[in-house]
């Protein structure tokens, strides 16, 4: 073996080493999870969230448009119309079904965009592994928001009432 | 085509006959000009500017739905100044409409929300505060939610022309009109629809299909009504196994657009709470549920022991059954089971009219007839109430025809209102003969007429009508959505399919209810001891199949749920002896097609009487029961094909004491209307027959 090669490599493991330690001096980049949660972008795309408006009422008045605008065909809905007694949403009618099939969304963004009234948006939830698929059909209950603190919806109390609960 | 004239329309070279309104010669052209209150069959409004166009020497733009055509007119309907009328047209009638298309019921199917797509007017210059009143209820039936009106008047006229009824107008002025129902703040009226249908917007919406989902959700499906024998074409939007709404979208049927209540709203009965679903065998006294397979069993082993023995069973058919039920159960009734008695429940003397018609050619009329004949003789009928389709085919010859519409019932008929001569009398025929002068002067004339002539009557009718020189065409009414057709199919004891007299002349109902040795009673679709009546044969083995646990059900050994027609396909055969086709729309758990339950019952007992599959029994009935050899493909593609008249003598013919209609009025609809909650919360308009 010939003693430059000798060299040549000592060198080469200095400069590698050299790079090592510069590294461990700068700030860290990569993140701690699952000990710390992680952080995202704005923009990303997760689970859905159900909004609520400032008084804490429903969002969404089960127009069909986010299903209808979704290429997975993954958005389950039912409606009912909101009475005197039973007031679910700002408007005439409101969800009384509303499932999302994970199983098949895209994560497009394609329901966000269609909805007139900002009920759906993407929330910033990815854990979404589950052991049984029918886990992964979520319900309405499972993506609303909750009230917004102050916020007293004053007929969703009866409407509970009203539903025995 | 008499002289046409020649216009150009958008650089087209356009021929239209003269009279022609501008909008429908652009429109047979493929020239679409947008429009809001004219419709097509209603008189003229001109109250929504949408349709202006610009045409060449005119100083100003012209409503092309009032303009008739001209000899050289050069018409531009997407010129810029056409196009910028549109615009302000349409923000002017959104200055106080509430754009809540997410939550309204037209959402998807608006023609304004397709205009301003269209042409773009979505911003509006408007920030004053919209006018707002609040929704209404007019009846369980009809909503009106004003702000969404745009007063094209369609509703009004629909109402007014089209039904007869007259219970919409308009009151207030300007920004603050709106449309009010006759009785100020509800509706006392025939609850069909029409103006909800016809509305191009959402301010009118029914109670049956709001809020519950948009259009493009449901599947749509277009079958024929079960309700009277009028037989018109429903489209049923199906959600989730549910019905949710029927109307008939694509106006292709024999009725175009035209529902009753009945069609449009009264196929709640089969979600009705007392819908069988289960199979039930009587044991100690009760009826218990039991599986297919046992109740199958149970029949037929029963029925297998009777005719072994000999002993007489009777058969009852149903009035909504398909013509492919119908024609298998008299086969498999005369020939597998052995037995003549076979029965149904019938309304019409229609064997009776065949036999007076033997010989002639094109005398028995189609719904089409009605529209065009010169003149119409209703003959004890209230037709508004009892065939409601069949009076709007009247109503629309009068308008449109100046068709003369002649009256002789046993009181006040809505048809009199627009009648050259109405007669009252319960002596329908001395009625008739009384005029033979009058009807002498016309070019043609329909007969229609209901039990109340039967028997010999139906042949001195048609003598009558012979009589008076002209071109005559009759309809039989009978009551049901398959009435004709049962009939037609043979479930009669003196006669087979096609009216051929059956070998052995068997037991009517009323016979075979007081026969003292009747071994057993199948019943389809049918209610022969309604009211608690017994069987005179005590022993007798009763199977029951039907939709809901009937007077006689409750008297059964054994019950089998059916379905009904919406659950089912196969074909019917209307009032005027149009075979239209069934298309299935739903499943409901533990019901099946009558078809199918005939097809367990031979096949348990060991019987051949053929596949009892719908496209095999429809080809031996085409092949065997005369006048039912009918184009295919007119069915296939959901159209109406006649029955060939038989044309020949029928050599026996039935009694006609057992013709009786069951005088059903607009809300009523025999068993099926009682299981009806729409049916039954309207009831206060007419609410009886011969009420005007
Ligand atoms: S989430 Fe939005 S788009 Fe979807 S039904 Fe509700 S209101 Fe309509
Ligand atoms: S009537 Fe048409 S434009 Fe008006 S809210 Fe309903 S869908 Fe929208
Ligand atoms: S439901 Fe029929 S009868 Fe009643 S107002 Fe409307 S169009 Fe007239
Ligand atoms: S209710 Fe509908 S059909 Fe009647 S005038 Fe208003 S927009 Fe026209
Ligand atoms: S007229 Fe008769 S067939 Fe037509 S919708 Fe009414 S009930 Fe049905
Ligand atoms: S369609 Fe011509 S004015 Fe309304």
Partial sequence: MAINQVFKSASAIVQGLGITFKEMMKPTVTEDYPDVPPVFQERFRGKHELQRDENGMEKCVACFLCAAACPADCIYIEAAENTDKVRISGGERYASVYNIDYTRCIFCGYCVEACPTDAITHGHGFELAAYDTAALIMRKEDMLVAVPPGARPPVIAEAAASHGH | MSNPVNLTIDGKAVQAAPGTLLIDAAKQSGILIPAFCYYEGYSLQAACRMCLVEVEKFPKLQAACTLPVAEGMVVRTEAAS?????KTTLEFL??????????????????????????????????????????????????????????????????????GVTALGITHRGAYSEITPNKGDHLNCDQCGACIDICPVGALTSGI????????????????????????????GVRNNEIVRGNNRDSTGINGEFLCIKGRYAFDFIKHEDRLQSPMVRRNGKLEEVSWAE????????????????????????????????????????????????????????????????GKTDALATADSLYHAKAVLVVDADLSQQHPF???????????????????????????????????????????RGLGEDLKKHADLVIVFGDGIKGAAVGELVAFGDSLGIPVRYVCLVDYSNSRGAMDMGLLPELGPGYHPAAVRGMSLPQMAASQDLAALWVVGADPLAGGKRLASGKAFVVVQDLFLTDTAKQADVVLPSASAYEKSGTVTNVTGQIQRLKKGLNIMGAKPDLEIFGLIARAMGV?????????????????????????????????????????????????????????????????????????????????????
């Avoid at chain 2, 449901?218 to 429903?234: L, P, Q, W």
């Avoid at chain 2, 076979?342 to 007076?356: E, F, Q, T, W």
């Avoid at chain 2, 009068?398 to 009252?424: D, F, I, L, N």
């Avoid at chain 2, 159209?639 to 039935?654: E, F, I, K, S, W």
């Fill in chain 2, 82 to 86: 056409a196009v910028q009328a549109r």
């Fill in chain 2, 94 to 163: 959104l200055t106080n409409h509430p754009l809540d298309c997410p939550v309204c019921d037209k959402g998807g199917e608006c023609e304004l929300q397709d205009m301003v797509f269209r042409y773009g007017a979505g911003e509006s210059r408007f920030t004053e505060v919209k006018h707002h009143v609040d929704e209404k209820q007019w009846s369980p039936v009809v909503y009106y939610d004003a702000p969404r009106c745009i007063l094209c008047y369609r509703c009004v006229r629909v109402c007014d022309e089209g039904m």
């Fill in chain 2, 209 to 236: 299909y709001r809020y519950q989902t948009r259009p493009w959700e449901m599947e749509h499906v277009g079958t024929i009504c079960t309700h009277c024998s009028d037989g018109c074409k429903t489209t049923l």
């Fill in chain 2, 295 to 358: 109740a199958v069993k149970a029949v037929a082993a029963r029925f297998a022991e009777i005719k072994a023995a000999g002993g007489a069973i009777g058969v009852a058919g149903s009035v909504h059954s398909t013509n492919e039920e119908s024609y298998f159960l008299q086969k498999f009734a005369r020939q597998g089971l052995g037995t003549p008695h076979i029965d149904h429940a019938r309304s019409g003397d229609v064997p009776a009219l065949i036999h007076a018609l033997a």
């Fill in chain 2, 390 to 432: 069949l009076a709007f085919q009247v109503r629309a010859n009068v308008r449109h025809h100046q068709a003369a519409v002649y009256t002789v019932t046993r009181g006040p008929v809505r048809e009199e209102q627009t009648a050259a001569k109405a007669v009252h009398t319960a002596d329908y025929l001395a009625g008739v």
């Fill in chain 2, 608 to 692: 051949d009487a053929g596949r009892a599959q719908n496209e095999a029994v429809f080809e031996e009935i085409r092949k065997s029961v005369r006048g039912y050899n009918v184009p295919l493909p007119v069915l296939a593609t959901g159209g109406a094909a006649q029955a060939q008249p038989v044309n020949g003598r029928v050599d026996v013919l039935p009694d006609p004491e057992l013709v009786r209609s069951a005088g059903d009025t607009l809300f009523t609809s025999g068993s099926l209307g009682r299981y009806s909650k729409i049916l039954g919360s309207v009831m206060e308009a007419p609410g009886a027959l011969y009420k005007g």
